[in-house]
């Protein structure tokens, strides 16, 4: 929740200008506020930056005063929805079957997902980190079917790195990322496994991007703070 309607318009259009002639090694995609989702979109090549919502509501219309569904964002230009962040499940208690609700609404709108898992420092010094997140996706998106699933991106967001300045290590992140694709491999296929895009999401910048990208099993990044200068997050974007 940062910056108004003119100042997320001037981020993205900057970066939109940043990024004309550039060879670009990965998808670019920006997270905007609601109200920012269809000037963004509008201003914006979205060949190059593509858009999303933050979040959408569990229903697909009706007497929800506040709420923005799916179909909202998709009418607004918008391609990707975040889904499951740590902040709407700590802060607005969203539980998994809020958000298989979600999930189905937005795969139903052509919206594709980027689903969010991940633990609070208490999991990760039991050291049951790995078991923790994967059954957060036992419960949700390795419920959809082989073809559903194969649309959706994977985030993980290790919660004790996030805004706090302690990043996880390469390595740290690499285990995780690892166990994951093993699960999907172990739920679908290992086809599935290898195509499904997981990115790390924790107080990720320009200057530890290439060594957390570095990793076989980190795809990208879910980026916060560093995205909010049109110049530190084209230094995450040109660490590939």
């Known amino acids: 929740m940062n910056k108004n309607l003119q100042e997320g318009l001037a981020l993205a259009t900057e970066l939109d200008e940043i990024l004309k002639g550039k060879a670009i090694n990965c998808d670019v995609v920006i997270g905007t506020p609601f109200i920012h989702l269809a000037s963004v979109a509008a201003a914006v090549n979205t060949d190059v930056v593509r858009v999303a919502a933050q979040n959408c509501a569990d229903k697909a219309s009706g007497a929800y005063t506040g709420e923005t569904s799916v179909e909202m964002i998709k009418s607004t230009g918008a391609a990707y929805v975040i889904l499951g962040h740590s902040e709407r499940r700590e802060y607005y208690n969203e539980t998994s079957a809020i958000l298989n609700d979600k999930v189905a609404l937005a795969l139903e709108a052509g919206l594709t997902p ?121 230094g995450i974007i040109d660490a590939f």
């Open 114 to 234: 980027i689903y969010c898992c991940g633990e609070a420092l208490d999991i990760r010094e039991s050291g049951k980190q790995n078991e923790y997140v994967i059954n957060q996706l036992a419960e949700t998106v390795f419920k959809l079917s082989e073809a559903d699933f194969k649309k959706i991106v994977i985030a993980y967001e290790p919660i004790w790195a996030i805004g706090t300045g302690v990043t996880a290590s390469s390595e740290q992140a690499q285990d995780m990322h690892e166990a994951l694709r093993a699960a999907i491999a172990a739920n679908y296929s290992a086809e599935v496994a290898e195509e499904t895009s997981i990115l790390y999401g924790g107080s990720c910048k320009a200057s530890n991007a290439p060594e957390l990208f570095g990793k076989p099993d980190v795809d990208g990044g879910l980026i916060g703070g560093a995205s909010l200068a049109a110049a530190d997050f084209v």
